[in-house]
């Protein structure tokens, strides 16, 4: 099946070979999380080179557009995370100057990464979340950090409103000093404060298809005891295991797809996507955010679904890419 699917997207290329396409992947940044996008970057690079493209890897600096404008590539792939590569700013210049690229535009990729307007629309199209309370880096410190108590209780969690992979989380699961937590999340910026949640992290991922919209198996993220999955349990290989499929109902997982790709379009998102989710003891279902640029690194949870479906990893990248290149020559 997946064959078939890759022959059908090409006859709609009118039968251009993969080694006429020239694609940039672009890496690394400013971002917090540039040297998650680097391993990336040398993955998709890796995968691209397998399937026949012309690739090169462009760094995400100032001196990125020129080099885009003089390569002219194909297809740009940015296999990157955090700000500005995730946010709608890369997507921006993309748009502007002319290039197709894989992933969510310009809108969709700005509604994800803000976690509190995300939230809304979720909220707006009846999917489960849970309370929440920003905080401004400006915030009186003390004073906010009763309110919240006041309003959410003691046992939060506290994460920055534009950043991945756990970068900045504080989490209080007992409890403790909230202010003192505020503080350091607010080193990344404005922040999202909601209860802290005990359940099973679980995530779906989301892949467009011909057939539409396909939402992989629910995976399960286990970490060692009393800890959870933060940047170091994410990114070091050993440090976390996935169970796939998870080990739930087959109704509740059902639930789970549903709600991942119910995510996906209501924030318009585009290719790809990954919604994190936590499931407590009472299989209630709590939906945290969703990811429109999932990673691409060894250790990656997306590319584990997508094989899942039929899409293993060189496959997948092929797919994304020759998808972003028809939809820039329907555009033209």
Not at 37 to 43: K, L, T
Request: proline fraction near 5%; hydrophobic fraction near 40%; charge should be negative.
């Amino acid at each position: 099946m997946v064959h078939c699917r890759h022959s059908q997207l090409t006859k709609t290329l009118n039968s251009m070979q993969n080694n006429n396409l020239n694609v940039v992947v672009l890496a690394g940044g400013s971002s917090a999380e540039a040297d998650v996008s680097r391993q990336s970057a040398a993955q998709v690079k890796l995968a691209l080179m397998n399937t026949g493209f012309q690739v090169s890897v462009v760094e995400l600096d100032r001196n990125c557009p020129s080099e885009l404008i003089k390569i002219q590539p194909d297809v740009v792939f940015p296999a990157l995370h955090g700000p500005p590569g995730e946010d709608g700013t890369v997507q921006g210049l993309l748009e502007m100057l002319g290039l197709c690229y894989v992933g969510s535009d310009v809108r969709g990729s700005a509604m994800a990464m803000d976690k509190a307007v995300a939230k809304s629309i979720f909220k707006r199209h009846g999917l489960p979340i849970i309370d929440d309370y920003i905080v401004e880096p400006s915030a009186d410190l003390a004073a906010t950090a009763a309110d919240i108590e006041r309003l959410l209780g003691p046992r939060v969690a506290i994460k920055p409103l534009n950043q991945g992979s756990a970068l900045g989380v504080q989490l209080l699961p007992n409890g403790g000093d909230i202010a003192a937590a505020l503080a350091q999340c607010l080193a990344f910026g404005r922040c999202l404060v909601e209860p802290f949640v005990l359940g099973r992290e679980v995530t779906v991922g989301v892949l467009e298809t011909l057939e539409g919209s396909k939402a992989h198996p629910v995976i399960e993220i286990c970490t060692a005891e009393n800890e959870w999955y933060d940047y170091h349990n994410r990114y070091t290989p050993g440090q976390s295991s996935h169970v796939m499929p998870a080990e739930v109902s087959e109704e509740l997982a059902e639930q789970l797809r549903s709600t991942a790709l119910s995510a996906h379009k209501a924030l318009g998102l585009r290719d790809l996507s990954r919604s994190d989710f936590i499931l407590t003891d009472t299989d209630q279902i709590v939906l945290l955010e969703v990811n429109a640029l999932p990673g691409m690194t060894p250790v990656s949870l997306y590319p584990e679904g997508a094989a899942a479906i039929g899409y293993e990893f060189d496959a997948l990248i092929e797919h994304l890419v020759l998808r972003a290149f028809r939809r820039g020559q329907t555009k033209r």
